[in-house]
């Protein structure tokens, strides 16, 4: 019986963070309009501000423009390479120490692999997602306040000074809000991304190098179909996340600080 394959570190690491950066830009106005949905507060004859995730893409164009859709994506560009590289690397990490002696990795290490791939990450996601949360709510926030002729109120942020305040006011230990919602969507992401993946990935056709990889499609396909069915499993996780991660929550309630009219008048000034 020959020997397993050599683990190889950096290689790893740098497929990881390209892959991050690749999909920040594809996907970034996805998740700002997915942070603003889960943050948007509902008045009490049910108004909103966004009535879908189309409507919060038409509003957040009309008034912020193309670059409005990637606000807070500096954070997440920055982040994401040692994210995407610690997640990817400690999965093939686990799952290269979890095979057994017979070169067969069962179901069970497969999750466990994943979900301690999904621990190690979020040394990184927390951080990242807390500003990247802040940055992506400032839009809206500058819109209630236009609405309502409060814009003198709302001082322009950064994730530099987001930072430095969290820092000065509470340590290190600020900018780990939401530690436990982000690992428990992260773990259980990783749980069901990382197995399904490998599954799918292995019914496909391989290359003619003989390398014994998938073709490109394949893996694409199988990427795009464990990735939307494990973000639909944690998604509940996820919007948890959001909420604890949001630290202005009374300055951007509509319901809480507003009258019924004040929401109506933002609504109709994003319309």
């Not at 095979?99 to 990242?128: H, S, Y």
């Not at 009374?250 to 009219?261: H, I, L, Y």
Request: proline content about 4%.
């Amino acid at each position: 019986m020959g020997e397993q394959p050599k683990f190889k570190l950096l290689p790893k690491i740098l497929n990881g963070g390209i892959a991050g950066i690749v999909g920040v830009t594809c996907v970034f106005p996805l998740d700002l309009v997915k942070t603003r949905l889960q943050n948007q507060q509902i008045g009490p004859n049910g108004e909103r501000m966004y009535n879908s995730m189309l409507d919060c893409f038409k509003k957040t164009y009309r008034v912020e423009g193309y670059f409005g859709m990637y606000r807070g994506s500096g954070v997440n560009i920055l982040l994401i390479t040692p994210e995407k590289a610690i997640k990817l690397t400690a999965n093939d990490f686990f799952r290269h120490h979890l095979t057994t002696k017979e070169g067969k990795l069962p179901v069970q290490r497969e999750m466990m692999a994943g979900g301690l791939a999904g621990l190690c990450q979020i040394v990184v996601t927390t951080p990242m997602e807390l500003l990247k949360i802040q940055l992506q709510d400032a839009g809206r926030v500058a819109a209630q306040a236009k609405a309502s002729g409060k814009t003198a109120d709302i001082p322009k942020i950064s994730a530099t000074s987001i930072t430095l305040k969290l820092l000065r006011e509470k340590g290190i230990v600020g900018l780990y809000k939401g530690t436990a919602a982000t690992m428990l969507r992260d773990v259980s992401f990783s749980v069901v991304y990382f197995p399904l993946f490998a599954h799918l990935n292995s019914l496909g056709p391989r290359k003619a190098d003989g390398s014994g990889e998938a073709v490109f499609w394949c893996s694409f396909l199988s990427g795009c179909a464990s990735g939307s069915l494990a973000a639909l499993a944690v998604n509940p996780f996820d919007v948890v996340k959001t909420r604890l991660q949001l630290l202005s929550k009374g300055a951007v309630s509509p319901v809480s600080r507003n009258s019924r009219c004040d929401y109506v008048s933002m609504c109709l000034y994003v319309e």
